[in-house]
């Protein structure tokens, strides 16, 4: 068996010259040699460097500020890699023509997807921004330059356009009344951001959150007491999730629940609890009585406890 295992092996090799001669008479070779080979970059003699884009360009002291400026230090690496020709490409036929603004990178004058890949060429490297095409703003054409403005920004960390939420609700403009609702998370106070939750640069989760698996991984960073593993467990909170009953980004409820009152909620799965409706009803259950109208003051563990199955404790 081995012996003809080996001999096919032979054969197979012995044809692949005649075979490659016989597409490169059809068809020529360039074909093949273009499918496997990158595009080759500009000769670093186009390069003129970041000293010569200074002299017209009045960039210097805004850019010192920049931690792009890291790489225009680094003199060990050549232009291409460190400098204004690191993003705007190889600027000798732009010098040439005398500032020529077609004949460099213009970030402005690309498509949102141009735009992004340039930024990603070094940035998609980096572990929070890697899944950005397949994330809701890559495939939807946000390119990077629509929140990040690299010599210019209004806010240093992340070299941001503007100000976040902000510049969040410039697209997400429904938020914005979510959070001015009587009780919201602190976004507006400054003691959160949208991106302590979502990760803008795409996430693999749902809505871009900041978890791997499991949307409510996110909640828990800072909800850890209603994470468990609980001996009892609520069925929704472990099915459902959080979302299921509150309303993450505001509410009218203390406890951002969906519905204003406690009992609202419950009752759209438990409407059919013996003994919970009508002034008749001979059952503690009566919420027709005020005092019962409040379920979690009895129910205190409602996302789940260790010693009672209807999560009085």
Same mark, same amino acid.
């Given at each position: 068996?081995?012996?003809?295992?080996?001999?096919?092996?032979?054969?197979?090799?012995?044809?692949?010259?005649?075979?490659?001669?016989?597409?490169?008479?059809?068809?020529?070779?360039?074909?093949?040699?273009?499918?496997?080979?990158?595009?080759?970059?500009?000769?670093?003699?186009?390069?003129?460097?970041? @000293?010569? !884009? &200074?002299? =017209? $360009?009045?960039?210097? #002291?805004?850019? *010192?500020?920049?931690?792009?400026? %890291?790489?225009?230090?680094?003199?060990?690496?050549?232009?291409?890699?460190?400098?204004?020709?690191?993003?705007?490409?190889?600027?000798?036929?732009?010098?040439?023509?005398?500032?020529?603004?077609?004949?460099?990178?213009?970030?402005?004058?690309?498509?949102?997807?141009?735009?992004? @890949?340039? !930024? &990603?060429? =070094? $940035?998609?490297?980096? #572990?929070?921004? *890697?899944?950005?095409?397949?994330? %809701?703003?890559?495939?939807?054409?946000?390119?990077?330059?629509?929140?990040?403005?690299?010599?210019?920004?209004?806010?240093?960390?992340?070299?941001?356009?503007?100000?976040?939420?902000?510049?969040?609700?410039?697209?997400?403009?429904?938020?914005?009344?979510?959070?001015?609702?009587?009780?919201?998370?602190?976004?507006?106070?400054?003691?959160?951001?949208?991106?302590?939750?979502?990760?803008?640069?795409?996430?693999?989760?749902?809505?871009?959150?900041?978890?791997?698996?499991?949307?409510?991984?996110?909640?828990?960073?800072?909800?850890?007491?209603?994470?468990?593993?609980?001996?009892?467990?609520?069925?929704?909170?472990?099915?459902?999730?959080?979302?299921?009953?509150?309303?993450?980004?505001?509410?009218?409820?203390?406890?951002?629940?969906?519905?204003?009152?406690?009992?609202?909620?419950?009752?759209?799965?438990?409407?059919?609890?013996?003994?919970?409706?009508?002034?008749?009803?001979?059952?503690?259950?009566?919420?027709?009585?005020?005092?019962?109208?409040?379920?979690?003051?009895?129910?205190?563990?409602?996302?789940?406890?260790?010693?009672?199955?209807?999560?009085?404790?």
């Amino acid at each position: 068996m081995t012996r003809c295992v080996s001999r096919w092996k032979a054969a197979i090799v012995a044809v692949l010259p005649a075979l490659f001669a016989l597409s490169s008479a059809l068809v020529g070779t360039a074909w093949l040699v273009d499918a496997v080979a990158p595009a080759s970059p500009p000769a670093q003699s186009s390069y003129v460097g970041g @000293d010569t !884009c &200074l002299a =017209c $360009h009045d960039i210097g #002291e805004a850019f *010192a500020k920049n931690p792009h400026y %890291e790489s225009w230090k680094d003199e060990s690496l050549p232009w291409s890699e460190r400098g204004c020709e690191t993003c705007h490409r190889a600027g000798q036929a732009h010098v040439d023509a005398g500032g020529d603004a077609e004949l460099i990178f213009n970030f402005k004058k690309v498509t949102a997807r141009e735009s992004s @890949d340039q !930024c &990603l060429s =070094c $940035h998609l490297q980096q #572990e929070e921004r *890697a899944n950005f095409l397949r994330g %809701e703003h890559g495939l939807n054409s946000v390119a990077c330059t629509e929140c990040h403005t690299v010599h210019a920004p209004q806010q240093k960390e992340g070299l941001l356009s503007a100000r976040t939420p902000a510049l969040c609700y410039d697209c997400h403009n429904e938020v914005r009344s979510q959070f001015n609702k009587p009780f919201h998370h602190k976004v507006h106070e400054g003691l959160m951001s949208c991106t302590d939750c979502h990760n803008q640069h795409g996430g693999f989760n749902l809505r871009q959150l900041r978890a791997s698996t499991g949307t409510d991984l996110v909640c828990y960073e800072c909800h850890a007491d209603k994470q468990g593993p609980f001996v009892f467990e609520h069925a929704p909170v472990k099915v459902e999730g959080c979302t299921l009953c509150h309303d993450v980004h505001g509410s009218s409820n203390p406890r951002l629940l969906k519905r204003s009152e406690v009992r609202f909620l419950c009752l759209e799965c438990h409407a059919d609890t013996p003994g919970v409706f009508g002034p008749g009803t001979p059952s503690f259950h009566n919420l027709a009585q005020t005092r019962w109208q409040n379920c979690t003051t009895c129910h205190v563990n409602i996302h789940g406890s260790n010693l009672s199955p209807v999560f009085f404790e």
